[in-house]
């Protein structure tokens, strides 16, 4: 590469083509005689000195003027100054034309001397850059702009744009192996500096800042240019810096840029493949920094930027945007915007900070195909403010910083990330943190793929993610989902065929120490929400609630405080499918709150507290271990709800334990079940189950259903005054089934209860209120209770009843039960009440029953049936089978076993130990396959109290003989 510069002063170099060089190669004498006539010129007239050129002949100095052909195209450099309002057409195909350069090679006679003064003729010079050199008629055309040129005084060069607007020239390059030439200029008045390059592009330097205040500054119209301004600009009230109108634009921006007032814009472009640097700070008061129209723009932003008072700090209406925004970002106040997209395929890559509040968006996109990729800390405060707003399909969002939305003290409603629009993907790896009402992420649309990774903490009144919309995909790998909040919610699904998994562990904990825990103590908080149809939802890591429990002083016939709402996971819809393979966790927790008086006065009791909630036609399974511990001072129920149709399956291989549970009363309640079924639900047990003080299920109303396939444990201890719980309570037309083992234990015998005795009250769901133990089966108003062929009913300790109908109910046993109602635990130091009634056989215990003796009557019509291949057997004392009450029969078809074993007492007398039993006006009917075994001295086949009915058809066999 031969490069040659064009100094102040003088040409440092001659051109390499000898266009206007002699010709010696032809041999005719008379052109040599012509030839050495000629005036001759100096070979390298570009090497003269300024005063050499001046000496030089008329027919050489007019060659002079070739001096200027490499900086012609600088001409195009005053469009870019700013100073000149140029129109310059873009021939896209410059780079590619072949006009030859003038022949310089000698094989071209130069015309015969005419001996006058007419001069040689000049063929256009024509460079690969888009530049045409015309030295007879003294222009250089650059793309499609002619422009004139003259000498100055100090050497540079003045071109003058047709409509008379100038630059300067100040140097110039020529580079003959690619046939291009370069420029560098400025413009007329100082400040800005431009430069011409091998491709044809335009680079201009703006170094002097600019201020506009109300009104329309430079207008630019050209394009494949590079414009980087050093000085900074100014909007004010309205004004506009600059508008650019062409293609293939880069704006390099180093100084600050400020738009203040409404209506001010600092630049507009309008074209495609427009790229801007801005590494300077944008300051925008109500105006807006930047507006580009056209597709593929670049908007890099190094510096920092802050918007404020409906301001917008670049709005790109097209397709294919990139932005890149590595400074931090603060936009305030209503109507305002960061970045607003108006088009598809946009992309964005947010690196910086961003803070938004008093109702602003952060990044505004408004088009399909959107891609945001964030490392930037994002915070949005205060009411409608939005981080990112998303509008439109097909949208992906790549979330690794950290999301803070809402701010104690601050407005509400605000949103981190919102995505409008179906097909939507958001990743995120970041933590997000939302309160006062705040959303973390919203998403609104169907076939949306979401993902999350990092950790998510709900606040006051808040949601963490917030769908809504069909056939969503999302996958909640957390490490942490924690909602924390009054009133709110970790995850909300509303719509149909959505697809959740969640691969962490969930908790939910209202924060009792807040100032505002105790107005919202009864407003649940949730862990996930899901309302539509044919949800699938697969939680493989823990679910765990704690709920708190405020105390007063006990006062009769009232409960002793009251305990907060609050909820696991919620589900309402049909076809739902809900699995749960990290088990639950319920943890109590008491008077953590420093001043609970109101909550306490209000008495209220037991709090709605589910960890699961179901209503719908929908199926439940729970794997896994779940436990519940802590302190219940106020008891608790109905930890998993099921409602119209809604059905429960508990795992072959899953636990349900609560042997940590350091307390459990519930004064002034009856017994209490940790399943709540109701309207046609159904729960089914295939695991294992450990229970304190409470039962198992309650199933009531038509055809809502229990079932045990695994084993169910349930243990009674001395926490208080409480009435013994059922395994399963099965109401009002409700069904329960036992197909598994079932072991009751009375672990203090210092609770069972003389309930009248006691409190004045009675239980009209037990069978004794006298002697009120453990009770493995209740059916009553018109329910059934069915202990299948595989069915085993283990009861240990006094008051127990096995199998109990009232009210129109039925209860059948085709399986054993069996009884040892003097058994006592090695670690009970407690001791039976003395009001505790002992006088018959149903004070001890009995296998199957009917009726009541509640102060509400013994109610009527309740059978229950030891089946052909049933079998109950009693020890030491108690009944096989009782009825109490007019209309309430018992019927053996069966076997019942009296026996003694190591626990044994012979001071018990007799009536203790019997096969039927009848108080009350009862009915006991042993049937023609009906057996009584008596292998215990203190045995006996019948008791009738001299008011009931006694019918044996049966066989009575004692100690082997029948």
Known sequence: MQRKKLLSVCVAMALSSQTWAADT???????????????????????????????????CRENKDSAVLPWAAAGLAAVATGIAIYTLSDDDNHHHNNSPVPDDGGDTPVPPDDGGDTPVKHNPVVYKNGVTWDQDAKTVKIRETTFTYSQNADGSYTLTAPEGKETIVKSWTVHDDSNTVVFDGVNTSGGITWSYDDDGLIHITKEAGVVVDGTTGNAIEFGNAIITDQGGNTALNGGTVMTVDGDNISLNNDGKTTAIGEGSVVGILTGDNITINNNGETEVDGGTAVIINGDNTKLNTAGDSTITNGGTGSLINGDNARVDNQGTMSVDGENSTGSKIVGDGATIKQEGDLYVSGGAHGIDVDGNDTFVSNKGNITVIEDNSIGMLLDGDGVSVINMGDLNVGQAAAGENAIGIQIDGDNATFVNVGDISATNAGTGVSVAGDKANISLAGGLDVGDFSTGLDVSGNNNNMTLATYELNVTGQKATGVNVSGDGNTIEIAGSILVDKDQKADNAQPYF??????????????????????????????????????????????????????????????????????????????????????????????????????????????????????????????????????????????FTYYYRVALSTISIDSGAKATNNGEVELKNIGFAAAWNKDSTVINNGSIGLAMYDFGTDPAPKVFDVEYGGIGVNNGTMTTKMMNQHSVLNYPAEWNLSDGTSFNNKALGLTGMLASYSSSILNGETGIIDMYGRGSVGMLAIDKSTADNEGQITLDTLWVDENDETSLRNNVANSTAKDFGVGMASGTDAYNGALTKATATNHENGVITVYNAGAGMAAYGNTNTVINQGTINLEKNENYNDSLGVNKLVGMAVYHEGTAINDQTGVININAENGQAFYNDGTGLIINYGTICTFGVC
């Not at 041999?27 to 390298?44: F, L, Q, V």
């Open 25 to 59: 190669s032809i041999p005719d004498s008379t052109e040599k005689t012509r030839k050495s006539s000629k005036i001759t010129c100096p070979a390298n007239i570009h090497s003269l000195s300024k005063e050499q050129l001046e000496n030089l002949s008329a027919e």
């Open 522 to 663: 009864f407003n649940p908080s949730t862990g996930v929400n899901i309302s539509g149809d044919n949800n699938d939802v697969t939680l493989d890591g823990q679910l765990t609630v704690v709920a708190d429990s405020k105390t007063t002083s006990r006062s009769y016939a009232s409960y002793d405080g009251a305990q907060e709402h609050i909820a696991g996971i919620v589900i309402a819809g049909d076809d739902n499918t809900f699995t749960l393979n990290g088990g639950v966790h319920f943890v109590g927790e008491k008077n953590v709150m420093d001043d609970g008086s109101k909550p306490s006065a209000s008495r209220r009791g037991i709090g709605d507290t589910p960890l699961i909630n179901v209503d719908g036609h929908s199926p439940v399974y729970l794997n896994g271990e779940s436990t519940i511990s802590g302190e219940f001072p106020l008891g608790f129920e109905n930890l998993i709800q099921l409602s119209h149709g809604a059905e429960l399956e508990i795992g072959a291989d899953a636990t349900f334990d609560m042997s940590d549970v350091d307390s």
